[in-house]
Structure formats: C-alpha cells, structure tokens
C-alpha cells in the first residue's frame, strides 16, 4: 500500500487553478492517472479554449461547484456528484462561485 501527503506533491497549474498528480502509471497501451485539482473562484479551466483528452476523465466534486461546457451544453455540477467526459470531448469548467471548488480525477486511456 502507498500512502500519499497531496501536500507534499509538486503543484502543477496557474492562477486559475491547482493540480497535484497523485497517481501516475502506465501499463502496456493502458494509462492511469489520478489527482487532485483546486479551481479558484471566479477561474476558468482552462484559462482560453477548451480542454480535450486522449483519456476518458472521471471526476468527483468533493466541495463547491462549477459549470461545465459540452458539445454547447452546460452542467452544473456540486459537491458529492461525479462526472464523466468521454476521451476526446472538448470542455471547460468555470468556477462561477466565492468559493473553491475541489475535486479528485481520474483519468484512463
């Protein structure tokens, strides 16, 4: 078992938000990764355009809120739901709140 202090992990990110890489690990053609992201209030991720991945991205809001941007529609999504964005879909989240928002990642691919 490996027990991991986010805390003491190289931050990733800009003045919009935070990342820590908790896991990392690549497996024949297969790749997961795990972190922890902290978007600020009134931040949008990412800064300009649209995010896209070769890894389908599974998250979880562990405290506040944001609205997410897909194919044209927006969700929000708050503390305690879970979201899925299939590899390739383009997105943004918007932190629209005075608070931060938390989540935990997992992307695979």
Known sequence: MDIININELTQEGNQAYSMHTIFKEQKMDAQVKVGHVVIYPGQTVPLTGFSKHAENEYSVIVKGSIVTEIDGKKHRISAGQASFIPKGEEHIAVNDS?????LVFVMVG
């Open 98 to 102: 005075e608070e931060n928002c938390e």
